[in-house]
């Protein structure tokens, strides 16, 4: 059985951090692409970033590349994004997700790619 668990989440003030863990179980972890969404409010969920399965390519979109970095440990089944210089409209429900792609490609970056998905982890940024 498959798990993806997400955790890090919270409440903070605009500028400041927080790392989102996502521990992964129940699969072949080092094989999987992995990725991190987001869903705010009334929005559809969307790509934030993405990471091969060695971990030597990541991208990220544009509104957060500057400030957020994905990164995994293959010995820990665990991908993280780390988020700095939060914003209120980085607030959303974040998701990890685990896909069977070739690498880093525009796939990486669509929802219907990835297989397995955690439950989320909610980020609130007040202003």
């Known amino acids: 059985q498959v798990q993806l668990v997400e955790s890090g989440g919270g409440l903070v003030q605009a500028g400041a951090s927080l790392r989102l863990s996502c521990a992964a179980s129940g699969l072949t972890f080092s094989i999987y692409v992995m990725g991190w969404f987001r869903q705010a409010p009334g929005k559809e969920r969307e790509f934030v970033a993405t990471i091969s399965r060695s971990g030597t390519t990541t991208y990220c979109t544009d509104s957060v590349k500057d400030r957020f970095t994905i990164s995994r440990d293959n010995t820990k089944n665990t991908v993280y994004l780390q988020m700095n210089s939060l914003k209120p409209e980085d607030t959303a429900d974040y998701y990890c997700?685990?896909?069977?792609?070739?690498?880093?490609?525009?796939?990486?970056?669509?929802?219907?790619?990835?297989?397995?998905w955690g439950q989320g982890t909610q980020v609130t940024v007040s202003s």
């Open positions: 997700a685990a896909a069977l792609t070739s690498g880093v490609t525009s796939a990486a970056t669509k929802p219907n790619t990835y297989r397995y």
